[in-house]
């Protein structure tokens, strides 16, 4: 599918939940008792990503809130494997139920893992996620390596971290066949109130720490993440900077909302209500057309730090899936 500035369009990101087990401060508030979800069911999900994988869809994310939250996830990932033209499926989580899973979503055919961990030190992990429960998540990653046909990616999110927190992360990808990727903090929701550090201030801090980096050349992965390789790593180091290396002329995705909203672009509230029309009783090939013009009418960019035009978005990260 190509959208009206000729992007190529072959990725969904599938947000499970707007639920989570952890708080983080820039995502989510302590107090979520808002949240009355009315999420898609597991059938009108994969009847969205049929019609999708129709159209060009090849790659499919499932994130959230937190996705491992939902019953018989194992059962959603097999599902959506089955489909014609859909090649790799993948998981964004925290972690924390990862250890009871693993075996589940390996055996319906999971491709990667990306877990968001944005600090080693367990005090740290407890201030910003407002849970002391960095033992999960690192038990995950230690079974992780037991996976090798699975892509296992870190996300840290930078912020105030000190320097050796950064660099604890960084050896996730130094002694483990992992990418680690630093990302910036997006101006969206509660990451409004932060700002962190960016890629050029972390990657002076990794090339003090392990000497110089090559820039890798070659694409890895579906999405806007540019990698560098550091001796004597076993993994690669990624940066996704939306906000200073704006990536837009080359996205390649969209976004299903738990309660469906195909939403065509992270900072914009665009798109169109799918729930709406899959319980409507509307045929597949209206609804087929329906969300055809809805990725066509995909925004051109962001416009983070000066938007006018369009309605900015108003949800938090958790509900959008990131
Ligand atoms: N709960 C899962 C997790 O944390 O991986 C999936 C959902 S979470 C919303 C997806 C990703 O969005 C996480 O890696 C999180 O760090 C990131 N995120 C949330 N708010 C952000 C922001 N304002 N800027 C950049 N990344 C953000
Ligand atoms: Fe939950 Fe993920 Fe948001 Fe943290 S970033 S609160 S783990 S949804």
Do not use: W
């Not at 190529?8 to 990101?13: A, P, S």
């Not at 944005?118 to 992990?125: M, V």
């Amino acid at each position: 599918m190509i959208d009206q500035y000729g992007r190529v369009i072959d990725y969904l990101r599938i947000s499970l939940t707007q639920r989570c087990n952890l708080r983080c401060i820039y995502c989510m508030p302590e107090k979520n008792t808002e949240i009355q979800e009315e999420y898609l069911s597991f059938d009108e999900i994969v009847r969205i990503v049929s019609l999708m994988s129709q159209m060009g869809i090849c790659h499919v994310r499932l994130t959230g809130g937190e996705p491992l939250l939902r019953k018989n996830l194992c059962d959603l990932v097999k599902s959506i494997k089955k489909i014609p033209g859909i090649e790799t499926v993948h998981l964004t989580t925290n972690g924390i139920l990862l250890k009871q899973m693993i075996d589940g979503l390996a055996d319906a055919g999971l491709d990667g893992v990306n877990i968001s961990l944005d600090t080693r030190d367990r005090e740290n992990f407890a201030r910003i996620t407002r849970r002391d429960r960095l033992f999960l998540v690192e038990d995950s990653l230690k079974l992780l390596r037991k996976y090798p046909n699975m892509t296992v990616k870190i996300n840290c999110v930078m912020m105030d971290q000190k320097d050796r927190e950064f660099l604890e992360i960084a050896e996730l990808a130094r002694e483990n066949p992992f990418f680690v990727r630093y990302i910036e903090m997006m101006p969206i929701g509660l990451g409004r109130q932060n700002r962190g550090r960016n890629e050029e201030e972390i990657k002076q801090l990794l090339q003090r720490m392990y000497g110089p980096y090559r820039e890798v050349r070659e694409k890895i992965g579906n999405g806007p993440c540019h990698y560098y390789e550091f001796q004597d790593f076993q993994g690669k180091i990624g940066f996704i900077s939306a906000v200073t290396h704006k990536f837009c002329s080359s996205c390649n995705r969209v976004r299903l909302t738990s309660d469906g909203f195909l939403k065509t672009c992270l900072q914009y509230e665009t798109g169109g209500d799918l729930r709406k029309i899959l319980r409507s009783q509307a045929k597949d090939q209206e609804i087929f057309e329906y969300i055809k013009q809805i990725i066509f009418h995909k925004p051109k960019e962001h416009q983070f730090f000066n938007s006018k035009e369009m309605k900015e978005e108003s949800h938090l990260m958790s509900q959008i899936g990131g």
